[in-house]
Every structure is written in C-alpha cells, then in structure tokens.
C-alpha cells in the first residue's frame, strides 16, 4: 500500500526549525528520522509534528527511552 503524499502546506521550513527550543530547557530541538517529531535530547522528550505544526507543549510530549536518544546523538545533524 502507497503511502499518502506529503501536503508541501504539512512541511516545516528548515530555517523555522532552526529557531525553535525546546519549551523546558531552552535548547535546540533535533528533527526525528520520520519527520513527525521533535526531539528534545536534553529533556528527554519528543514533541510531535501535525500536519506540519509543532505542538511544543509539555502536555503534547512523550518521553524518550535513552535507547532511541543513543540512536539520535549518531544521526548527523
């Protein structure tokens, strides 16, 4: 099964990303593989991506196991 395409409306700008902290601890936010999260290394969470928007609330964020962090400090920037 084809997966659906991307609406280019549901895309982050990279340089918008650049911009964006986390909301607990003020540092950069690192984009995960599948695009659909934000990931807060030094919190230890992830804040998801709907339809292109960032939802940066504590509320909104799961947790982080520390084997998906270890994955994320190999991945290039």
Do not use: W
């Amino acid at each position: 099964m084809a997966e659906d395409p991307v609406d280019p409306r549901h895309v982050i700008d990279r340089q918008v990303l650049e911009m964006l902290v986390c909301p607990l601890t003020k540092t950069r936010l690192t984009l995960s593989s599948d695009h659909k999260e934000l990931i807060s290394i030094a919190a230890r969470l992830a804040f998801p991506i709907v339809k292109g928007v960032p939802l940066l609330s504590l509320e909104e964020a799961r947790n982080v196991e520390p084997e998906e962090l270890q994955a994320l400090s190999r991945q290039p920037h």
